[in-house]
């Protein structure tokens, strides 16, 4: 999801030369920055951004799977996906934290994304429009994030780099049980495999796009590379995931819409056409079948969530006040 | 912003009886008790633990990065400090 984060990222920075190749040591020395370490600020704000862009994609994640709990055909799978959206969830928190970490406060982040001002992953401003959709989505997007993921685990921030590590063990499932979902369906009827290839057609492209833009159109990669916030390139990253995933389609039965996939012998990999950009640009700047959608659904939970918060807060400062009144009386 | 900020917790799980807890991450809670409830949401969904504490983040003391050398360094050159510094005759057996 997550490599799109980088989009608009600043990582220009304003230090000495000494403070910045004493650091650059340090990062090519393999050494993690741990929150309180110098770090220049170009660094501190591309993470922030880019961390807390990951966990809002996170948290909007929830919403098109969270459609589909209570309609999910069987206990079995209803359990599975409540699981995999709780999940979600968490990963959101421990990337919350780990922004956190950078001096930026929770209710600053929840505020950006509230507001339209934080970006998340294009992915989730597609509907998730049939049950098979939930088995497309748990196989190519989190198979994407995966991939992305799996790259982020060796980043040189500390806290970000254990946030990946744990959200990674916890992955896994949720591709599995996608895939097991597509699978059903494919060995069910005409009609049943059909709804799984249209959900294929619909969501492989959109899957790929959360690679984030091409390497020659990715403006502040190479900065973000030589600090070791990021690996491996999006075009890298895209490759790799091409490559695992079209045998797994084959295994379906299912077909991958592209006229130009192909498997490219000499370099060991598959070949396939270029991404629709306008399109990806258009739903990254807002503009995509349910942004408004998503930012109207987060604006509502924390609007009715509100009491809640107040209350718990005044409760705790109620009983916080009655313990100082007996703890004085008792001196 | 006009709302009020929840307060940060640190939370320690300890993973199986016999071992200490051990930092696992960090959550926002109004109280200790709410703290405790999002602590088993967040980090122990999947047996992860047997144990957990939460402490307030600003209840924590931390040494000072920027004086590590200071704090740490002096260690470094007290070889004497460990086992392999003593020379005992093989002829004497483990020690
Ligand atoms: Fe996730
Ligand atoms: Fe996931």
Redesign the pocket.
């Known amino acids: ?1 997550y490599s799109q984060g980088l989009i608009g990222a600043d990582g220009s920075t304003v230090e000495t030369e000494e403070f910045l190749e004493a650091f650059q040591k340090r990062v090519d020395a393999e050494q993690k920055i741990e929150p309180n370490d110098p770090m220049p600020e170009g660094y501190r704000r591309t993470l922030v951004r880019q961390i807390s862009q990951h966990a809002h ?2 948290i909007v ?1 929830m919403l098109p799977e969270g459609n589909w709990i209570t309609r999910a055909p069987t206990l079995r799978r209803k359990a599975a996906l409540l699981a995999k959206v709780q ?2 969830g ?3 928190l421990y990337l919350y934290s780990a922004a956190e970490t950078l001096g930026v406060s929770r209710e600053e982040l929840t505020d950006q994304l509230l507001t339209g001002a934080a970006k998340y992953s294009s992915i989730f401003n597609y509907p998730a429009l049939t049950w098979a959709d939930i088995g497309a989505i748990g196989w190519l997007v ?1 198979g994407a ?1 995966i991939m992305n ?1 799996i790259a982020l685990c060796r980043c040189s921030y500390g806290p970000y780099s254990r946030a990946m590590i744990r ?1 990674c063990k ?2 896994s499932f ?1 591709q599995r049980q996608g895939y097991e979902i597509l699978l059903t369906l494919c060995r069910g009827t005409d009609a049943q495999k059909k709804m799984a290839q249209e959900a294929v057609n619909r969501i492989w492209w959109p899957a790929l796009m959360m690679f984030g833009p091409h390497d020659s159109a990715s403006t502040h990669s190479d900065q973000s590379m030589h600090w070791k916030i990021k690996r491996f390139s999006n075009d890298n990253l895209r490759d790799k995931f091409v490559n695992a995933t079209v045998p797994q389609a084959e295994y379906l039965g299912l077909t991958v819409p592209d006229p130009n996939l192909k498997w490219n012998e000499e370099k060991q990999g598959y070949d396939y056409s270029d991404i629709d950009w306008d399109e990806f640009w258009r739903v990254v700047k807002g503009d995509g079948i349910c942004n408004r959608d998503r930012i109207k659904a987060r604006q509502k939970a924390h609007r009715e969530g509100a009491w809640v918060r107040e209350a718990a807060l005044a409760f705790a400062e109620k009983r916080a006040g009655a313990a100082d009144a007996a703890r004085t009386a008792a001196e | 912003m006009s709302e009020k900020f929840t307060p940060l917790w640190e939370v320690f799980i300890r993973a199986r009886n016999g071992l200490a807890h051990k930092h696992a991450g960090s959550i926002h809670a109004a109280d200790a008790e709410m703290a405790l409830q999002a602590a088993r949401d967040v980090y122990t969904r999947r047996g992860e633990g047997q144990s957990l504490w939460v402490v307030r983040s600003d209840q924590i003391v931390a040494s000072d990065p920027s004086d590590k050398d200071m704090m740490f360094e002096p260690t470094a050159s007290k070889i004497y400090r460990h086992p392999t510094f003593y020379e005992i005759p093989e002829e004497v057996g483990n020690m």
């Open positions: 999801m994609s996170e994640g999940d979600e968490g990963h959101g989190d994030a993921q959200i916890e992955e949720h």
